[in-house]
């Protein structure tokens, strides 16, 4: 069974730094691509980030190019999700996913059940 198991979450102060990480299992871990997606209280889906097999090419959205840093490590199956800087904005679920081929141009097909992120001083 496919299964993706996010941590990390909590409270954080604005400008604060948190590392989010998901535990892959019952798939080649090391074979798909993954990526983070989060949904803010009361706003719809909004993909965050992206990595390929390999970790060594990685995407990021507009909101948080230069302040999160996505990784994996396929020795342990983990995904991480490194954020820096952290605005109110980004209080959200956060949600690893998995996508269904060898290319992140294509969709997702396994998500976790996400992890809460809250910025508040």
């Known amino acids: 069974e496919v299964q993706v198991v996010e941590s990390g979450g909590g409270l954080v102060q604005p400008g604060g730094s948190l590392r989010l990480s998901c535990a892959a299992s019952?798939?080649?871990?090391?074979?798909?691509?993954m990526s983070w997606v989060r949904q803010a209280p009361g706003k719809g889906l909004e993909w965050v980030s992206a990595?390929?097999?390999?970790?060594?090419?990685?995407s990021y959205a507009d909101s948080v190019k230069g302040r999160f840093t996505i990784s994996r490590d396929n020795a342990k199956n983990k995904l991480y999700l490194q954020r820096n800087s952290l605005k109110l904005e980004d209080r959200a679920v956060y949600y690893c996913?998995?996508?269904?081929?060898?290319?992140?141009?294509?969709?997702?097909?396994?998500w976790g059940k996400g992890t809460l992120v809250t910025v508040s001083s």
């Open positions: 019952g798939f080649t871990f090391s074979r798909y691509p």
């Open positions: 996913t998995k996508y269904e081929g060898s290319s992140w141009a294509g969709g997702m097909d396994y």
């Open positions: 990595i390929n097999t390999g970790g060594d090419s990685t």
